[in-house]
């Protein structure tokens, strides 16, 4: 495995591979990412990990200056999982000058996340094209933890005519369900022991939402419009809930998952997605759906 | 030469080209064009040539609809040039969604140009990306006539760390200096005699520029606060001469040939730029100059 820290010797180094895989990341791996690593493998003869902790995308008051940053532990871990090159540039080398071309991302990158993280998906998608024209890759794979980065992602590749395969990775979990995530190690330990409740909550929406839908169809025509009406207490009392237990709720919504926007009636692939503090940590998590399952 | 109108069919011809030479353009093809794509020809084994009206990159009140469109000479022209591909995509190939993900460009998009035509680079901005994403050139030429343009061009390019070499072709003129432009073709007789009188213009400040340079560099070292100051005099001269004559000026600017800014002590490299309205007709020139020559 090669660790290579400037754009001139990555593709120097890339120069003659044809196939490509690349896993974008800020560093601070975990079994999440390696997973997104053996997706990678499976793609591309060459698999290129990014660590690079993007200035762009941090709000003025989030954690850029405290995320932590340990590039030796992942790279041990990557040459384990049989990557063939980590890229760690510098700031000065990715941003080396002030960087006034950006992004714009869709309109759907100011909802959601977006609502509460001003700028943080265009300065995601400026380093995310930035990386992609670095490394070139054929295949580049996501995590869908990040469900609305991926969605936007994707955008980008089919708007700006990106001819790259962008393949969403499903979420790992620990063994209560916690998706894993960096931010997970702010949790003191009775924190890290209610931060499970996230995803409980959007299994208990999932479970609530097929019956809803059974029952509406049995009640024949009407239900479409019913289903929209009650989704939406679904969302408000998972709110409530999760605030009662002393989270600071920040969204929690059902949407169609191939665009993200609120449901219409006719939409069958869904996704509850939420965002949520707990103490000083703030948490997502998402769960996809398909409503067919409770209407057919 | 191939014709080839859909985004797939170009990737496929495209395929196996380890050298592509690429030259964007609106069609309506003239002179200058045409040694665009010599310049292309010296630079890549295959030369494409893409040809649409971009729509965003029109304002609302401009000449979008009438733009002359004139395919099929046009591809004539570039036969005898020796192209080998020319892409001419439909809108709705190339905009197969409202284009919601842009490309914001650099601040200098807000002056001269970019001051009077809103939103104007961030649409050639977005298509150019798209191009370049499409037909992955390792060289692109844009012409000097065009000068924010190229400038703009050549920001993406480093700020979203492209791997293609810009490079930036002479005006072609016509025997009484007017810049060669598609939009030339709605001046009337009387006007195409007069809109030589703007490139003239620019000559005459580039000349007395020299003149004062010279003669502030007789007067020692006080001379560069003086250049500054006394050039923007010429500035408003030049103007002022024009508006007389019947133009409405937009711009008359003398900047920094390298950003596209007003000078300052020490630059060399400079521009002159100029958009005026001769009737219904917007016409762009510029001249650029090495103050050495005066200094010296």
């Given at each position: 495995m090669q660790i290579i820290s400037t754009i001139t010797a990555l593709r120097h180094r890339l120069r003659d591979e044809e196939s490509v895989a690349f896993v974008p990341t800020m560093g601070n791996l975990h079994e999440g990412h390696l997973d997104l690593v053996r997706v990678a493998r499976e793609h591309g003869r060459c698999v290129v990990v990014s660590i690079f902790v993007n200035p762009l995308q941090f709000g003025v008051n989030e954690d850029f200056s405290k995320y932590p940053r340990t590039l030796e532990q992942d790279c041990k871990l990557l040459e384990q999982c049989g990557v063939d090159v980590v890229f760690a540039p510098s700031e000065q080398d990715l941003y080396t000058q002030p960087q006034q071309v950006m992004v714009d991302p869709p309109a759907i990158a100011n909802e959601l996340c977006g609502a509460f993280r001003s700028g943080h998906f265009r300065g995601v998608a400026t380093v995310v094209l930035k990386l992609f024209n670095i490394v070139q890759p054929q295949v580049a794979v996501f995590g869908k933890k990040d469900y609305q980065q991926l969605h936007i992602v994707r955008q980008i590749v089919a708007q700006l005519n990106l001819p790259i395969e962008i393949i969403g990775s499903e979420t790992v979990r620990a063994a209560d369900g916690l998706a894993l995530s960096s931010r997970n190690q702010y949790l003191n330990p009775t924190e890290r022991t209610e931060a499970a409740f996230l995803c409980r909550t959007l299994a208990n929406m999932g479970k609530a939402m097929r019956d809803q839908a059974a029952l509406n169809q049995a009640k024949l025509n009407q239900a479409k419009l019913n289903n929209l009406r009650d989704f939406s207490s679904l969302e408000q009392e998972a709110r409530d809930t999760l605030n009662a237990r002393g989270w600071k709720v920040e969204y929690i919504a059902i949407r169609c998952s191939s665009t993200l926007l609120p449901l219409?009636?006719?939409?069958?692939?869904?996704?509850?997605?939420?965002?949520?503090?707990?103490?000083?940590?703030?948490?997502?998590?998402?769960?996809?759906?398909n409503l067919q399952d409770g209407l057919s």
């Open positions: 219409t009636a006719g939409d069958k692939d869904v996704v509850i997605l939420a965002a949520a503090w707990l103490g000083k940590t703030r948490l997502i998590d998402n769960l996809e759906m």
